[in-house]
């Protein structure tokens, strides 16, 4: 799937991946990769900035990993789910209207 | 030169320092030693993401949380003013230790007030029109900071002003001066936390070109289309309205020359500040 294609939407994956428990930025691109079957192949170099900046936004949490590996680890807050709640009703609708007119 | 290295030196080079640069590279280093052959594309084009992504979203989070604490300090100086009834006290008309002190008080919680006001609700405004761009240009974030930085500034003159009157007043009760003095710190405490945001806004600024906007890309749906694009008509006519305003308060408060002064005054004071602040803040169409 091309990059063109994800944009728009990186936030809301990320913010996807991160529902169920908190991971590290490498982890966090690698479920992506996973969870999409191998279609989602990001530029790597996106989703450090944009885990920052959800960060900065208040919708995920981090801090330093305490094992023998130092690792930066998100987590969602609570305005996270919020947000990713929203987005999924969005997606869904958008879907929906896509599906009718394109089949 | 490795990546990490070059990646250090391209942060420092987007302006990007401290404890956060070393957190960015720490997480990339991470992922390389996880992945030696992963594609994080060019160093230089990361660092500046970096900072277009962070300078967007901390200006416009700083901007909403000064906004947020002035409107906290805002709602504390009306309810002390508006106890001076339930305490008996004719403001400013007062018999004070030093008159001159509480001339100054009054006259720093109307100035600040206003500008405190005006800064912080343009800050807001501009964050909220661009609420959802992921990445907005290095002027316009500086734009952002700006307001918010006069905005916190001006509420805390405000609140020294506040604290200066209450303790001044010393024939008002007892109970209105605390009031006075505990709210101008409680409001001070709600500024100085928004300061915080700010700060963090101020290690950070995006690197994308692009204009800064001015009043009427901030609210031009409310400036009829003969105004737009003529700051100074727009900035005399709404001096002109306050005028109009506080006289007519006066005249129904029984003392229009009163009302007449505080027009004049209040309507030179908006000129001045638009004069002094308008091109600093964003709102006449120069370069920041």
Known sequence: MRAETLKGHLDGLILAVLETEPAHGYAIIERLKQRSGGALALPEGTVYP???????????????????????V?????????????????????????????A | MSYRDELGRELARAGI??????????????????????????????ARRFADELGTVRARRAAYAGFAALAVAGSLVVAVFAATGQAQIALPK??????????????????????????GVLAALRALRRRDA???????????????????????????????IASEANHAVGWWRTFGLASSAAG??????ALIPLSSALEVLPIAGGPRGDMFDDFGWLTPPPLRGRPWIVALLLSGGIVVILA????????????????VLDGLACVAGFALLGSYLGLRPTRA
């Not at chain 2, 240009?137 to 900071?145: K, L, N, P, Y």
Request: glycine share 10%.
């Open chain 1, 50 to 72: 944009a885990l920052h900046r959800l960060e900065a936004a208040g919708l995920l949490s981090s801090s330093w990993s305490d094992g023998s590996r130092r690792r930066r």
């Open chain 1, 74 to 102: 998100y987590r969602l807050t609570r305005s996270g789910r919020r947000e990713l709640a929203g987005r999924r009703g969005e997606w869904k609708a958008f879907a929906n209207v896509m599906e009718a007119v394109l």
């Open chain 2, 17 to 46: 320092g401290g404890r956060l640069r070393r957190r960015i590279v720490a997480e990339i280093s991470d992922h390389l030693s996880c992945d030696p052959n992963a594609d994080l594309g060019p160093a230089q084009d990361l």
């Open chain 2, 94 to 119: 007062v018999h004070a230790p030093s008159q001159l002190l509480f001339d100054l008080g009054m006259a720093l919680t109307a100035l600040g007030g206003q500008i405190a006001m005006a800064a």
């Open chain 2, 134 to 164: 992921q990445v907005v240009a290095r002027d316009e974030a500086i734009v952002m900071r700006r307001r918010t930085a006069v905005a916190l500034l001006a509420g805390l003159v405000c609140m020294s002003g506040v604290a200066l």
């Open chain 2, 188 to 193: 001070a405490c709600a500024i100085v936390a």
């Open chain 2, 248 to 263: 007519a308060a006066g005249i129904v408060q029984g003392d229009p020359y009163d009302g007449a002064l505080r027009g």
